[in-house]
């Protein structure tokens, strides 16, 4: 059975039902998503004391381990938390997951959080406060954290935090053999991170990444040759490149440098758009990485990334997995 290893970002979502009124007086922008310190952080969470929410475990890296070891997956992952009482919920919720987790507790920075404002009618807000997971150290990650697993995927969100050592374990898991999965994450990141994508590229034998993504890459709409385009920039050294360009109601495109192919969406009734793309690669790994092909792979994702936008919620469950089955 192939091993995952997950490098990403221990993030627990505070999630807030508001107007886009009350999102631009936070001095926020519906539809976006931007990095913020711990003392803007803290503001706004004074702010919006009277408003009630949602606290959750998050972390798009989280999401897609959670529906690859809920399908029957064995994996693992390594994160870095505060010390703080957002630590402990990550912490419980992680005891709950059939997988093993090397948590690294930072004694200064907080636990990293999101603030999701969510409007209905509008779209969201998201503000991230990195804190302890700002920073990656080779030497906190246990030598067998990267030999027991034969595949290791990189949370595109990575990409933006302080320093690079994570892009050196990346390159090592390539040059010896693994697979190596990187996700794209989000457009800002493309456009913020160029130089660190185009490294993780290099060293990347699967790409998982939405149109939108893709597109800022390419600077294409097209995302047939988007998938061909970016599967010229993955590990030169791999015969067997892959690309998968995820576009929502227009299904999914799979492929590399010489053939894509694409996969129809499956109808569904949309509730919540969070997490689509989390549950999506972690079911297209689970079913790639047990040698099912990309396609057969990449329409038992679309199945499950159906499910569960048809909930609210951002993560994959028993129940979901359940009904797939």
């Known amino acids: 059975m192939a091993t995952l290893g997950v490098l990403g970002q221990a993030l627990v979502d505070l ?21 913020i310190d711990t003392s803007k952080s803290s503001r706004i969470q004074n702010d919006l004391l009277s408003f009630p929410h949602a606290v959750v475990s998050g972390g798009s890296a989280l999401n ?8 029957g997956g064995k994996a693992g992952a390594f994160f870095r938390t505060g010390c703080d009482r957002f630590a402990d919920l990550f912490k419980h919720e992680l005891s ?8 690294k507790t930072d004694e200064v920075l907080p636990t ?7 409007d209905p009618a509008q779209g969201r807000a998201m503000a991230t406060c990195l804190g302890a997971a700002d920073i990656f150290r080779r030497n906190e990650v246990p030598t067998d954290f990267f030999t027991n697993h034969e595949a290791l995927l990189l949370e595109g969100y ?33 456009n913020s991170q160029r130089e660190k994508v185009l490294q993780a590229l290099a060293f990347s034998s699967v790409v998982i990444a939405n149109e939108e993504e893709a597109s800022a890459l390419t600077e294409s ?3 047939v040759e988007n998938v061909k385009i970016i599967a010229g920039l993955l590990a030169k050294e791999r015969e067997d490149p892959l690309v998968v360009i995820t576009a929502g109601a227009n299904g999914s495109y799979v492929g590399s440098s010489n053939v894509v192919e694409h996969v129809p969406a499956a109808p569904t ?24 092909t990309p396609i057969f ?3 038992e994702a679309t199945l499950l990334a159906s499910a569960v936008i048809s909930q609210i919620g951002a993560r994959a469950t028993p129940e979901i997995i359940r009904g797939k089955a």
Not at 15 to 35: C, K, P, R
Not at 64 to 71: D, E, H, I, K
Not at 161 to 184: H, P, V, W, Y
């Open 64 to 71: 897609s381990l959670v529906a690859y070891a809920l399908l």
């Open 269 to 292: 009734t949309v509730k919540d758009l969070t997490g689509a793309g989390d549950a999506f690669a972690g079911a297209f790994l689970f079913s790639f990485l047990h040698g099912k």
């Open 297 to 299: 792979a990449a329409r």
């Open 112 to 118: 990293g959080h999101s603030l999701i404002l969510s």
């Open 221 to 223: 709409t097209n995302p």
């Open 15 to 35: 999630i807030y039902s508001v107007n886009s009124d009350q999102i631009a007086a936070l001095g926020l922008t519906v539809n976006s998503h931007q990095l």
């Open 158 to 190: 990575m990409l933006a935090i302080s320093g690079s050592e994570f892009l050196d374990c990346f390159r090592d898991a390539n040059q010896s053999g693994k697979r190596t999965i990187c996700t794209l994450s989000a457009p800002w990141i493309v």
């Open 96 to 103: 709950l997951i059939n997988a093993r987790f090397v948590v």
